[in-house]
């Protein structure tokens, strides 16, 4: 009896992992087996976000006490989505692939990373490639300019009108950089600890703008600050700005994860992912 | 001998740090020459705006200070109500971290939405620096009070004045010169402190430097912003040691002048 009892369990154990693995394990990538990777625990991926994650790069909400608003291993959300995609392509099942809670501000702290690679729309800049390794890009982005459909802000159409208004975000990130590069608005731009002071300063109307990147935009519009609405995309300036993964400086591991980039874009897959969880256009193209 | 023992020391710590594997990541993270020349301008730039909060904020600061000591020694039942009022002010924001009061007064007085209010961070930065270090100089000018010897006050009640000119005239001046070291030291605390005002929006010397430290990766300017703080607290500290050296001089040398 608990011979049938133990190899029934194994059997439904058996099942539930091929369910939870998704569709038969993909073809691996070449010179890229699971055990020739340098990871920081073996056999498994290590991954970190941060704490909260927001839509819509994560999706799907938290039923774990550890994670605010989503929990990064429900496979939804951009992000999240694109990380299983790797990890699959690496050879890897979802229960394999563990997470983290990594503060954007530590992410790149010197010293040995917990983590193999960190995701948490962090741009690429040739500054930060002396610190830590990224990966090519998995999301080419846009900035975007937030204000409250009741200010004058809301009526802006070009990128020149903006220079009067108060504008703020969220600090270290590469929207604070635009206002100061490319924006120059005549008052100093206000900048925040996390994006959720930026928005609480918005509301407050202690700013008139908040510039986040484009995808970011909908969750604020629609969840966390009804009366606002999307000013308008900001064109790139310079090269394009791309999120990319981030390593360990030297981490051989980004080599096998960049052929798993790659072939997640030539097959269409970062195409249908963006689609799926980013798939929103609309908002003008400020001049 | 202290020399000899001093170098060893410095020389055996120095090896143990350079000799160690993480060295050479530490050294490019935190001691790039290029990213301090880079940063240092701008983050000087924003320490004046650090300036500019503790300079005013320490005004407003030594007033209500006072005026609350004075309300804590008033003597006699009828002033029962006013002392407990300074006690529970002195209570509750001794005991409230100041981060939080800067964060509920900087996002919460603004979501009021109430008209003529100001909406300002720096403003509402400076009020809640204001409201905290008030608590703790009070208790350092009730120390200084307290200090001076009750035959004082009873010299100035004999020679006619009334409690609050006895304090005003005899007691509040002896009490401010013992007490200016520890006033001096709350005062470099708020210095410090003025980098939290930076979680409400306003780009001072720390959050300019966290800026660049997220645009590069690399945490020299937080070491230019230390250095900057630094600059500024050590000519106090020694200002300060010369006021009490001054102040002893000429309370030896006794007699009139």
Not at chain 1, 221 to 249: D, H, W
Not at chain 2, 151 to 175: D, E, F, I, K, M
Not at chain 2, 238 to 257: E, N, P, S, Y
Request: glycine residues 8%.
């Amino acid at each position: 009896m608990v011979l049938v009892g133990l190899a029934l369990t194994t059997l439904v154990l058996a099942l539930a992992t091929t369910a939870i693995g998704g569709p038969a394990a993909p073809a691996q990538i070449a010179g890229c087996g699971k055990s020739s990777l340098n990871l920081v625990e073996d056999g498994k991926l290590s991954l970190a976000t941060d704490n909260p994650a927001f839509d819509p790069w994560w999706s799907g909400g938290s039923k774990s006490k550890d994670w605010e608003l989503n929990d990064p291993t429900t496979g939804k959300g951009y992000e999240s989505a694109v990380a299983y995609e790797i990890a699959r392509r690496l050879g890897f099942t979802r229960g394999q692939v563990t997470w983290k809670a990594v503060p954007f501000l530590r992410s790149f702290a010197p010293g040995k990373k917990p983590f193999d690679w960190y995701m948490a729309q962090v741009s690429v800049t040739p500054e930060r490639k002396n610190a830590v390794a990224f990966s090519t890009s998995y999301y080419n982005v846009n900035q975007a300019v937030v204000g409250l459909k009741t200010s004058s802000i809301a009526r802006v159409r070009s990128l020149a009108g903006l220079k009067q208004y108060k504008l703020g975000a969220q600090v270290g990130t590469t929207s604070y950089a635009y206002i100061t590069k490319y924006l120059r608005p005549s008052q100093q731009p206000a900048v925040y600890d996390s994006n959720a002071d930026a928005v609480a300063a918005l509301k407050n109307k202690q700013i008139d703008g908040l510039v986040v990147d484009f995808p970011s935009t909908g969750f604020i519009t629609g969840v966390q600050v009804p009366n606002s609405k999307v000013i308008g995309r900001l064109p790139s300036q310079g090269a394009q700005e791309v999120f990319g993964l981030v390593f360990q400086k030297r981490n051989p591991l980004v080599n096998c994860v960049n052929k798993a980039i790659r072939a997640l874009r030539n097959d269409g897959t970062l195409r249908r992912l963006d689609v799926r969880w980013l798939g929103k256009t609309g908002a003008p193209i400020l001049k | 001998m202290a020399l000899v023992s001093t170098a060893v020391l410095v020389t055996v710590v120095a090896v143990l740090v350079v000799r160690s594997p993480g060295w050479d990541e530490v050294k490019q993270a935190f001691f790039s020459r290029e990213q301090f020349e880079k940063s240092f301008p701008d983050i000087l730039s924003g320490f004046w705006t650090n300036v500019k909060i503790f300079l005013i904020a320490e005004v407003f600061i030594l007033v209500l200070a006072l005026g609350i000591a004075v309300l804590r020694s008033l003597p006699g039942p009828v002033f029962f109500p006013l002392r407990a009022l300074a006690v529970i002010y002195v209570d509750l924001f001794r005991g409230i971290p100041t981060v939080l009061v800067i964060y509920i007064l900087g996002f919460g007085v603004p979501a009021l939405q109430l008209q003529g209010v100001p909406i300002s961070p720096l403003f509402w930065g400076a009020v809640a620096l204001v409201v905290v270090y008030s608590a703790y100089v009070s208790e350092v000018y009730r120390a200084g009070i307290d200090s001076v010897h009750p035959s004082q006050t009873a010299a100035a009640r004999s020679l006619g004045l009334t409690h609050l000119q006895g304090l005003r005239y005899v007691v509040v001046p002896q009490a401010v010169r013992r007490v200016i070291p520890p006033l001096l030291n709350d005062f470099i605390g708020l210095q410090k402190d003025t980098a939290l005002v930076a979680l409400l929006g306003v780009v001072e010397a720390f959050r300019q430097s966290q800026i660049e430290v997220a645009a590069t990766f690399n945490y020299t300017p937080y070491l230019a912003t230390a250095l900057i703080f630094v600059l500024l607290t050590i000519p106090m500290a020694r200002f300060t040691d010369w006021l009490v050296a001054r102040d002893k001089r000429r309370q030896l040398a006794g007699g009139a002048r």
